[in-house]
């Protein structure tokens, strides 16, 4: 079996049936955080070239600043995808730890994300922090470990928390303006 990672091509029908299921996907709200039919198109394009199905995609892709990134879930399931990381995530107090090794390579790494990262970072003063301080903590080790490990079953994404200024639960909700 390979270790490749599940891409597909982005053909002309394909670009043309996303394209045209952008606006409908857009007006239906249904994905917090599409600013408008471009983001929605440019998200599911994105997913076809992780592997991820249409939809999909939306819960494990989002748009920060104009750019694509991977939600904490599309990141593990890129490693997971891949079938070429044995994984492990620990758990503490005041922090996570994360190991991978590449099944391919042999190639082990270890990374931690703890409190006083968050600290140094200036995101443990953040309300959103108080709430969600274990899933920043095992988000931000993940991509630590995954940004050394494996950065092409990343393909040169960003974890969304590494582009967010401050940390937020993944959910960020755009408004627009409407003429009139």
Not at 11 to 19: A, E, H, I, M, R
Not at 25 to 31: E, G, K, N
Not at 50 to 77: H, N, R, V
Request: include cysteine; proline fraction near 4%; hydrophobic fraction near 45%.
């Amino acid at each position: 079996m390979s270790n490749q990672l599940a891409r597909r091509e982005i053909t002309p029908d394909l670009f043309q049936l996303v394209t045209s299921l952008a606006p409908t996907i857009h007006a239906s709200r249904m994905f917090k955080g599409v600013a408008s039919a471009e983001q929605a198109a440019v998200i599911m394009l994105k997913g076809i070239e992780l592997g991820f199905p249409l939809t999909a995609s939306f819960d494990l892709i989002e748009m920060i600043e104009g750019k694509a990134a991977l939600k904490p879930q599309g990141m593990m399931a890129r490693l997971h995808q891949s079938k070429n990381f044995d994984i492990t995530v620990k758990d503490f107090p005041d922090g996570c730890e994360v190991w991978m090794r590449r099944r391919d390579t042999g190639f082990e790494y270890t990374a931690q994300f703890t409190k006083a990262d968050a600290v140094a970072a200036g995101l443990a003063s953040k309300n959103t922090y108080e709430k969600y301080a274990p899933d920043l903590y095992r988000a931000r080790a993940i991509a630590r470990c995954a940004r050394v490990a494996g950065p092409d079953a990343l393909a040169g994404m960003y974890l969304t928390a590494e582009l967010h200024q401050e940390w937020t639960d993944g959910e960020i909700i755009e408004g627009e303006v409407l003429d009139g």
